[in-house]
């Protein structure tokens, strides 16, 4: 399982950024919606701490959602004006409040679903509009590198944590950004912030894939065990099919934000 950590993560992070580089951050962004990070950890948790643990973890990380889109569009707004260490700390807070919040409400899932469909329902409304710019140097190799240890050192971190703090706490951990965070760093220092913008509106896209995913396993698992993964994979493909054709639809456009190889 250790391997399985340390390169599952890792391997989809180098196949979204050569997305980014080959289609643009809206296809990368996108394909970030897929559940390649909480599907790991709720299957670890469903084999460690029991199928029942982990649908009530995927109902928390199904509320947890709204502080996902949260993260996004807080990075995506202040990227516009600072450098990424104050964006990525103020959206890293935003986050933490909001996981908080929802940690503090009881487990219901009618109120995890209104939860996911409110943060998704408002998220297109509230990122800036910029045209993004997707021409210009790609990420040098080191940078790619460094993005992939560093999800690999996230997923590792979040997972540990995962397993000692009780469902609901580790459905929430499952949704930490962890490639958000990520991708969003490194796509403002080599791609500027208009780029950071539309991929991070991207990722609230795909989430709908995610979201899927975690309703179904939340529904399915209790009664079908493992297969409740593999139905909650179908879902999860079928809605990122779905989402394509909102991506199809053009951004709202106000300002044309340069790139920044800071």
């Not at 990368?28 to 973890?57: C, K, R, Y």
Request: aromatic share 8%; net charge positive; hydrophobic share 60%.
């Amino acid at each position: 399982m250790l391997m399985l950590k340390l390169l599952v993560i890792p391997g989809f992070l180098l196949l979204i950024s050569l997305a980014g580089k080959r289609w643009g951050p809206s296809v990368a962004g996108w394909l970030s919606g897929l559940p390649v990070v909480v599907g790991p950890i709720l299957l670890f948790l469903a084999i460690e701490q029991g199928q029942a643990f982990a649908a009530q973890s995927a109902m928390a990380a199904l509320s947890a959602m709204f502080a996902m889109i949260a993260f996004c569009v807080t990075y995506a707004q202040v990227a516009q004006r600072a450098k990424w260490p104050l964006a990525l700390t103020i959206s890293l807070l935003v986050w933490a409040l909001v996981a908080v919040v929802l940690s503090l409400l009881p487990p219901s899932l009618p109120l995890s679903v209104i939860a996911a469909a409110t943060a998704l329902l408002a998220a297109p409304h509230l990122f800036p509009a910029v045209q993004p710019i997707v021409s210009g140097p790609a990420p040098k190799s080191d940078k790619l590198l460094l993005r992939m240890v560093a999800g690999a050192l996230l997923t590792l971190a979040v997972t540990w944590l995962a397993s000692t703090v009780g469902d609901r706490w580790s459905g929430l951990l499952a949704v930490f950004p962890v490639l958000g965070s990520v991708m969003a760093v490194f796509s403002q220092q080599t791609r500027g912030p208009a780029f950071t913008a539309a991929l991070l509106r991207a990722t609230a896209t795909g989430m709908y894939s995610f979201s899927a995913f975690c309703l179904v396993v939340t529904l399915t698992l209790p009664s079908m065990g493992m297969l409740g993964f593999g139905v909650g994979v179908a879902v999860s493909v079928a809605m990122l099919g779905v989402t394509r054709r909102l991506l199809a639809k053009p951004a709202p456009v106000a300002t044309r934000s340069t790139i920044s190889n800071e």
